[in-house]
């Protein structure tokens, strides 16, 4: 059974910073890609970021230049450090993981967390 486990939302104010971590565990042979997506109130999931096993990084356009997405392959760990934070990106922020076990090595799954709420105002 996998299991996504995240942390780090919380308010913060105009300008500030968080840093959100995305823990997965379970029986995994290959998570590609991890990522992040976010859901404002009233408005569809959207991509934040993504990272490869291999590093190669894709970001939202909203986000380039103040997000940063970084990955610890050996703890199946996805972070995202976010600076300058607006009050736009108030949402609830979702880990994305779309991974293989063992017994399917490759058959790869799409897996959600449970979402972590990040809200930016003074």
């Known amino acids: 059974q996998v299991q996504l486990v995240e942390s780090g939302g919380g308010l913060v104010q105009p300008g500030g910073s968080l840093r959100l971590s995305c823990a997965a565990s379970?029986?995994?042979?290959?998570?590609?890609?991890m990522g992040w997506y976010l859901q404002a109130p009233g408005k569809e999931r959207e991509l934040v970021a993504t990272?490869?096993?291999?590093?190669?990084?894709n970001y939202a356009d909203s986000v380039k230049g103040r997000f940063t997405i970084s990955r610890d392959n050996a703890k199946n760990t996805v972070y995202l450090q976010m600076n300058s934070l607006e009050p736009d990106d108030t949402a609830v922020y979702y880990c994305?993981?779309?991974?293989?076990?063992?017994?399917?090595?490759?058959?790869?799954?799409?897996?959600w967390g449970p979402g972590t709420q990040v809200t930016v105002s003074s």
């Open positions: 994305y993981v779309r991974l293989s076990t063992p017994d399917r090595p490759s058959y790869y799954r799409a897996f």
């Open positions: 379970g029986s995994i042979f290959s998570a590609n890609p």
């Open positions: 990272i490869t096993s291999g590093g190669s990084r």
